[in-house]
């Protein structure tokens, strides 16, 4: 049996224990006793950037796939097993990873590695299936655009992303789905849903020799698969626009939504650490500057959200605000616009800088509370950079200063590199 590498970790109440299986499938197990619960993950790094043009949507479609059958377990019968075993299960897809997750009693948990490890190599993908689940992502397609954030984020993307493949959309294009087929997807299927592409984590309340003995059992005997060197397609790196963008759009309500885009750097880099650390800062509760200044002194916005997108290739700081009634588009995007040039000349106050690490580092605490969260938190920076890191963001953050987050400010918010997206209502 392969042998484990144990890591204690005392801020999530944890012990780390890790190990690769010849196939190269990467396991972690996160010893935590403090309930009778396990979570189990399987996360493949593969998601919509590693498409090609013409697999545009294959990765999400994938997914939903995976719930169809396989000879051993039938269409269905995943979802089946799981609810008469009293527990949960769904799954995600990113840009950068796709990941399936169960949640178990734990003296049943095992069950959930055995459905896991068969569709990873036995997908049926049957024709009528294909065609079937065809309509509902497609449904979900037209849906998502019926949503005017949504709908900004579709159009800004491209000028943040470049011809990088950040700029499509996960679900991907109705005229590529439309054209795929079961033949399509099995290529890639087979090019990426394999233990050399994959990591499973387990959290919770397990004996890890047990579970890794558990995890080898399932798993051990599938082929590795191609190489990722030979499996991800070349794209294009990251450029930020070259000068301000802009796009307008009209929406069948009297909402006025912004969309302001400055592209940044690459997960845990140090760049997306002071990002964290500025955006929480800005715009983050209603001691942040934009909330208290925008909403609730000057009353220019109704709500007002930042979110720092760092993925595996490049990174983007994103502020979400709405117009209150009466207020011209204008006047808020200057207003916006204003707060962050202030931070651009002079750095935030030493207490400013507290608050938001002390922000960031409580939801750090609760968002590792149950064994899900937890799996979920360290499985993506598994796949990302290293698991590590998931541990370690707090402390990193609490290096950041004045003089950092003023330097972040100056190199990554200029004015000229920002996208500009607005929906107005019809009437204007």
């Given at each position: 049996?392969?042998?484990?590498?144990?890591?204690?970790?005392?801020?999530?109440?944890?012990?780390?224990?890790?190990?690769?299986?010849?196939?190269?499938?990467?396991?972690?197990?996160?010893?935590?006793?403090?309930?009778?619960?396990?979570?189990?993950?399987?996360?493949?790094?593969?998601?919509?950037?590693?498409?090609?043009?013409?697999?545009?949507?294959?990765?999400?479609?994938?997914?939903?796939?995976?719930?169809?059958?396989?000879?051993?377990?039938?269409?269905?019968?995943?979802?089946?097993?799981?609810?008469?075993?009293?527990?949960?299960?769904?799954?995600?897809?990113?840009?950068?990873?796709?990941?399936?997750?169960?949640?178990?009693?734990?003296?049943?948990?095992?069950?959930?590695?055995?459905?896991?490890?068969?569709r990873m190599r036995h997908l049926l993908l049957d024709p009528e299936e294909f065609e079937s689940e065809k309509a509902v992502v497609l449904e979900e397609l037209s849906m998502g655009l019926d949503d005017p954030w949504r709908r900004?984020?579709?159009?800004?993307?491209?000028?943040?992303?470049?011809?990088?493949?950040?700029?499509?959309?996960?679900?991907?294009?109705?005229?590529?789905?439309?054209?795929?087929?079961?033949?399509?997807?099995?290529?890639?299927?087979?090019?990426?849903?394999?233990?050399?592409?994959?990591?499973?984590?387990?959290?919770?309340?397990?004996?890890?020799?047990?579970?890794?003995?558990?995890?080898?059992?399932?798993?051990?005997?599938?082929?590795?698969?191609?190489?990722?060197?030979?499996?991800?397609?070349?794209?294009?790196?990251?450029?930020?626009?070259?000068?301000?963008?802009?796009?307008?759009?009209?929406w069948d309500d009297p909402g006025k939504r912004l969309l302001l885009a400055w592209p940044t750097a690459a997960v845990a880099t140090e760049t997306d650490i002071a990002c964290d650390v500025f955006s929480t800062l800005l715009a983050?509760?209603?001691?942040?500057?934009?909330?208290?200044?925008?909403?609730?002194?000057?009353?220019?916005?109704?709500?007002?959200?930042?979110?720092?997108?760092?993925?595996?290739?490049?990174?983007?700081?994103?502020?979400?605000?709405?117009?209150?009634?009466?207020?011209?588009?204008?006047?808020?995007?200057?207003?916006?616009?204003?707060?962050?040039?202030?931070?651009?000349?002079?750095?935030?106050?030493?207490?400013?800088?507290?608050?938001?690490?002390?922000?960031?580092?409580?939801?750090?605490?609760?968002?590792?509370?149950?064994?899900?969260?937890?799996?979920?938190?360290?499985?993506?920076?598994?796949?990302?950079?290293?698991?590590?890191?998931?541990?370690?963001?707090?402390?990193?953050?609490?290096?950041?200063?004045?003089?950092?987050?003023?330097?972040?400010?100056?190199?990554?918010?200029?004015?000229?590199?920002?996208?500009?997206?607005?929906?107005?209502?019809?009437?204007?």
């Amino acid at each position: 049996m392969s042998q484990l590498e144990t890591t204690a970790i005392e801020a999530a109440g944890c012990r780390v224990h890790e190990t690769r299986l010849a196939n190269g499938l990467q396991v972690l197990i996160l010893e935590r006793h403090t309930d009778p619960v396990v979570a189990s993950m399987c996360w493949y790094k593969v998601g919509s950037k590693s498409e090609r043009t013409e697999e545009a949507g294959l990765s999400h479609f994938l997914e939903h796939m995976m719930f169809k059958g396989t000879p051993r377990f039938g269409k269905g019968m995943v979802d089946r097993e799981i609810t008469r075993l009293g527990g949960s299960n769904n799954a995600f897809t990113s840009y950068d990873y796709t990941a399936y997750w169960f949640e178990l009693a734990s003296d049943r948990w095992e069950q959930a590695l055995d459905l896991e490890a068969d569709r990873m190599r036995h997908l049926l993908l049957d024709p009528e299936e294909f065609e079937s689940e065809k309509a509902v992502v497609l449904e979900e397609l037209s849906m998502g655009l019926d949503d005017p954030w949504r709908r900004l984020s579709h159009e800004a993307n491209p000028m943040v992303w470049g011809r990088h493949p950040y700029g499509r959309p996960i679900i991907g294009y109705r005229d590529v789905l439309g054209r795929a087929t079961p033949d399509d997807m099995r290529r890639f299927y087979q090019r990426y849903y394999h233990p050399g592409n994959a990591t499973v984590v387990v959290s919770g309340d397990v004996q890890p020799e047990a579970a890794l003995a558990a995890i080898e059992a399932r798993y051990g005997d599938l082929p590795a698969g191609p190489a990722w060197d030979e499996s991800d397609p070349w794209r294009p790196e990251v450029e930020a626009p070259v000068g301000p963008r802009r796009v307008q759009l009209t929406w069948d309500d009297p909402g006025k939504r912004l969309l302001l885009a400055w592209p940044t750097a690459a997960v845990a880099t140090e760049t997306d650490i002071a990002c964290d650390v500025f955006s929480t800062l800005l715009a983050s509760g209603r001691l942040s500057r934009l909330y208290r200044r925008l909403v609730l002194d000057r009353q220019l916005a109704t709500f007002i959200s930042p979110y720092n997108d760092a993925r595996q290739e490049g990174g983007c700081l994103w502020i979400y605000a709405e117009a209150n009634q009466g207020v011209a588009m204008d006047d808020l995007e200057a207003a916006i616009r204003a707060e962050v040039e202030a931070l651009r000349s002079e750095p935030p106050s030493t207490e400013e800088i507290e608050r938001a690490q002390n922000i960031l580092a409580a939801g750090e605490r609760t968002g590792t509370e149950t064994v899900s969260d937890l799996a979920e938190h360290v499985g993506a920076y598994a796949i990302d950079c290293r698991w590590q890191t998931a541990f370690e963001l707090t402390e990193m953050r609490q290096r950041v200063d004045a003089d950092a987050l003023l330097a972040f400010a100056q190199e990554y918010l200029d004015p000229n590199r920002c996208v500009a997206a607005t929906s107005l209502p019809e009437a204007s």
